[in-house]
């Protein structure tokens, strides 16, 4: 659904929905290339931090050498760096619509919790959907507990059975 633009803005508006490996690279991309004069920089994710998805196969097994300091990233001021220190906002929502101006230029992004980010460059890098056991939730309190019932519920197995020798069964494995 197209829209009236309601206001103009100084910057040009870079919008990156998804905070993973996708959106990260671009924003370190970003950080040494683009004029903090002339662009700001917007992340949104539905997740307070990063989660180093590769660690936290072996994350869920087991809580050797706290992993969950070194797979867990919380977003914030250090997320945005080099040129983009200072000119970058993350934004911890899930992306509920996306409106676009009439002109064909820009548009808005709707938020769950009722907030409107306007963009004139939306990058959506939202990844998977994962399954369980590395399907992490989207609070930092809700990451921790899931991450504590999975390896209780590891521990407790009489049984495991890895199909595939593979990054994900190796992952589990080790």
Same mark, same amino acid.
């Given at each position: 659904?197209? =829209?009236?633009? @309601?206001?103009? !803005? ?16 671009? #924003?370190? &991309?970003?950080?040494? %290339?683009?004029? *903090?004069?002339?662009? %700001?920089v ?5 997740r307070p931090?990063?989660? !180093?998805?590769?660690?936290? $196969?072996? $994350? ?5 050498d706290?992993l969950?300091?070194?797979?867990? !990233?919380? +977003?914030?001021?250090? %997320? ?8 970058? /906002? ?6 509920? @619509?996306?409106? =676009? ?10 938020l @769950? ?6 963009y @004139?460059?939306?990058?959506? /890098? /939202?990844? &998977?959907?994962? *399954? !369980? *056991?590395?399907?992490?939730? %989207?609070? /930092?309190?809700a990451?921790?507990?899931y ?7 590891f ?5 495991? #059975?890895?199909?595939?020798?593979? *990054?994900?069964?190796?992952? $589990? +494995?080790?």
């Amino acid at each position: 659904m197209a =829209f009236s633009e @309601d206001s103009k !803005h100084d910057k040009l508006n870079i919008v990156i929905v998804g905070g993973g490996v996708g959106g990260l690279g671009l #924003l370190r &991309s970003l950080s040494t %290339t683009i004029d *903090p004069k002339k662009h %700001t920089v917007v992340l949104i994710d539905a997740r307070p931090a990063y989660v !180093h998805l590769i660690s936290s $196969l072996r $994350l869920v097994v087991s809580n050797t050498d706290n992993l969950i300091t070194r797979s867990v !990233h919380p +977003y914030g001021n250090h %997320t945005f760096r080099n040129k983009l220190a200072g000119n970058g /906002t993350f934004i911890q929502a899930s992306v509920t @619509d996306i409106k =676009f101006y009439d002109t064909g230029k820009g548009g808005q992004v709707i938020l @769950d919790n009722g907030g409107i980010v306007a963009y @004139d460059v939306l990058v959506l /890098t /939202t990844g &998977s959907i994962l *399954p !369980h *056991p590395i399907a992490f939730p %989207t609070s /930092t309190k809700a990451i921790e507990e899931y991450v504590k019932a999975r390896q209780a519920e590891f521990a407790a197995a009489t049984d495991i #059975l890895l199909v595939g020798g593979g *990054p994900v069964g190796i992952g $589990l +494995y080790s």
